[in-house]
């Protein structure tokens, strides 16, 4: 049985490893995020980079997801495609091309609309083009992102 919070949501028991996989119970894992993480936006990009140039794309997509979940309406989008990039690369790095190709894709159009007018100095115009080249050529390299601008 899995273990739930006191809502009945599941939890993130299980120990996971770099990619986001589930390891066998007892196992040691890499720390997850908390259910509960609560960041500003500039905090979350510097940590989601930070995991990002770690090689730890799983972990980066949960401290995203956490901010889109908690943005205001006008940016929640922005921050879905941020997440789902990062959840494109776990897909790269677990050796599914085909879902990354998906989930990078999605993204990249979810991200367009931002281009021009993108809060918190994130860089769209290359995470979108960074997202289309690794979904159009996975093999294309290391998979290297940088989500704000210089």
């Not at 509960?36 to 940590?47: F, G, N, R």
């Not at 090689?55 to 989008?77: C, M, Q, Y």
């Amino acid at each position: 049985m899995r273990d739930r919070d006191e809502s009945g949501r599941p939890r993130n028991s299980r120990p996971r490893d770099a990619y986001g996989r589930p390891l066998p119970h007892g196992a040691t894992g890499i720390p997850t995020m908390p259910d509960d993480l609560d960041m500003p936006p500039e905090e979350a990009l510097a940590e989601a980079q930070h995991l990002l140039d770690a090689d730890r794309p799983f972990h980066a997509h949960e401290v995203l997801e956490a901010v889109w979940k908690a943005a205001p309406e006008p940016e929640r989008e922005l921050w879905r495609g941020l997440a789902q990039v990062a959840v494109g690369i776990t897909h790269l790095r677990r050796g599914n091309a085909r879902g990354a190709e998906a989930l990078l894709s999605r993204a990249a159009e979810r991200l367009v609309p931002y281009g021009t007018d993108a809060p918190h100095n994130i860089d769209v115009g290359g995470v979108v083009q960074r997202a289309r080249d690794l979904a159009a050529s996975p093999e294309n390299g290391p998979v290297t992102l940088r989500l704000t601008l210089p």
